[in-house]
């Protein structure tokens, strides 16, 4: 029997392809792909570029200063730091948004309160006319687990 210098017979035994696939070069090009592809995508959003005319008007949705109507745990009303009654609320506003009725008006509450009081000041701000009444809240603190 013949010996080839690998010491195993040379004859008889061929040397048949591997049947698996290397993935780990296959990943590595997606994961280049995928990168390139997130970087670039935000710049090729960009729109049509236009020329737009210039106007003297002003803008439609002024980013005013809104409104802070807030209520104490003693059931005290106050619209920013001035105490008012609920009868007066709706008038008070009225000037403090100089007669628009768009305009932001954000109602603080202290947590122990009554929600039907709540809802109650809400129902008078927007019968008043008023269209963009919100609540504020606090975001809870985050306990570690």
């Known amino acids: ?26 990943v590595d090009v997606m994961l280049v792909l995928l990168i390139i592809f997130m970087v670039t995508a935000p710049m090729m959003t960009s729109g049509v570029n236009v020329d737009l005319p210039k106007t003297d008007a002003s803008p439609l949705n002024a980013d005013t200063k809104p409104i802070t109507v807030s209520m104490k745990p003693d059931g005290g009303i106050y ?6 009654s609920p009868e007066q609320l709706v008038d008070r506003l009225r000037q403090a948004s100089e007669n ?46």
Not at 7 to 21: D, F, L, N, T
Not at 79 to 84: A, E, K, Q, R, T
């Open 100 to 145: 628009d009725p768009t305009h932001r008006i954000f109602v603080r509450a202290d947590a122990h309160i009554d929600y039907g009081r709540v809802m109650e000041v809400m129902g008078r701000i927007t019968s008043g006319g008023f269209t963009h009444v919100a609540l504020l809240a606090q975001q809870p603190t985050q306990s570690s687990p």
């Open 1 to 26: 029997m013949a010996m080839s210098a690998g010491g195993g017979p040379s004859r008889g035994r061929r040397r048949r392809p591997a049947s698996e696939i290397n993935v780990t070069p296959l």
């Open 79 to 84: 619209l920013g730091d001035d105490p008012v």
